[in-house]
């Protein structure tokens, strides 16, 4: 496994108010050093207590609600993390659009009524999707 395969990049959710670390390539201790090294607090944060979860699977997308210790007010936090790398296979593009259907599904409740506004969850998921190949292809170049 090449450094120059993995990826972690934020992908921001468009018109919805949110965020979504997205990383391929790392597991947990890689993930944490990398988020350290950015001093990227509150992600480290969301998933600092998600080791046995991670180390236990591959490919997880996940939501975390934490306090912002400089505000006091929460913060949601959406991950997609895919360990291995990403190898273009048809298995890969199914599971990197299960995992952002995930986000879809933690996401948008918050926000709009998903069994009215379904076509708001198509749109959300084209983009996540759109970004994330789009991180990988960047990276593959």
């Known amino acids: 496994m090449k450094q120059s395969d993995k990826v972690i990049t934020w992908i921001n959710a468009g018109i919805f108010p949110a965020t979504v670390m997205f990383s391929c390539g790392f597991g947990y201790e890689e993930i944490m050093k990398h988020l350290k090294k950015l001093k990227a607090d509150q992600w480290i944060a969301g998933i600092s207590n998600e080791k046995s979860l991670i180390d236990s699977g591959s490919?997880?997308?996940?939501?975390?609600?934490?306090?912002?210790?400089?505000?006091?007010?929460?913060?949601?936090?959406?991950?997609?993390?895919?360990?291995?790398?990403?190898?273009?296979?048809?298995?890969?593009?199914i599971t990197l659009a299960h995992e952002v259907l995930h986000i879809c599904q933690?996401?948008?409740?918050?926000?709009?009524?998903?069994?009215?506004?379904?076509?708001?969850?198509?749109?959300?998921?084209?983009?996540?999707?759109?970004?994330?190949?789009?991180?990988?292809?960047?990276?593959?170049?």
């Open 106 to 141: 933690f996401m948008l409740p918050d926000i709009l009524d998903r069994n009215r506004e379904y076509e708001a969850e198509a749109y959300l998921h084209s983009y996540l999707m759109e970004k994330c190949l789009q991180s990988l292809k960047l990276k593959k170049k």
């Open 59 to 93: 490919k997880f997308g996940l939501k975390r609600v934490i306090e912002n210790n400089k505000t006091g007010k929460t913060v949601t936090l959406f991950y997609i993390i895919y360990k291995p790398l990403f190898k273009y296979t048809d298995e890969d593009y």
